[in-house]
């Protein structure tokens, strides 16, 4: 049997999306863009809102390396803005730094759910293209090793910061 690369990077990327669904379930959305405070003390450690909104950068990135079409999984222009990973995340107590708890958490799904199933149809040639990132081709040389990295560990690691946001939060693990 053979099994593509998108597919199985697609695998990846569908586990993180499940424990991103469990990592949301019972967040108050009064708490979604706020800072965690154990102990009435607030810990500058990234939210939900700043995770979730984060990480929805990337599918349209994504997306734009392999050449398809631009519009397929774009954010608002104010995600970049708040977002990029040169933002700070920032307690937001009257909801008025971020964008609605809605609006974020459906850019992330929609985004990430569009790139499993177009990872699943990709052909293979595409993920074999050398890296135009020259930052990132230092890396990962290839668009299916930093495509990898984008629907799996990237996202991973800042799932654990949501995992860790829970835990000082007071919600326990997911």
Known sequence: MTYST???????????????????????????????APGGEPIASNHP???LGHLSLYPPRIVRAWGQERGLVDVPTSFET??????????DPD????????????????????????LREL???VLQRANPNEAMAKRFPTLGSMHAFYCGGHLMVHLGQLSAWRRMAGLGSA
């Open 6 to 36: 998108g597919n199985i990077i697609a695998d990846s990327c569908r586990l993180c999306l499940s424990y991103t669904e469990k990592l949301l379930t019972d967040i108050p959305p009064e708490l979604f863009a706020r800072f965690a």
């Open 49 to 51: 809102a700043f995770v």
């Open 123 to 125: 052909d293979e040639e």
């Open 82 to 91: 708040v977002f990029s990973k040169d933002a700070q995340c920032e307690d």
């Open 95 to 118: 909801g008025s730094i971020y964008p609605h708890r809605d609006t974020i958490v459906e850019a992330f799904f929609q985004g990430y759910r569009t790139i499993i199933d177009r």
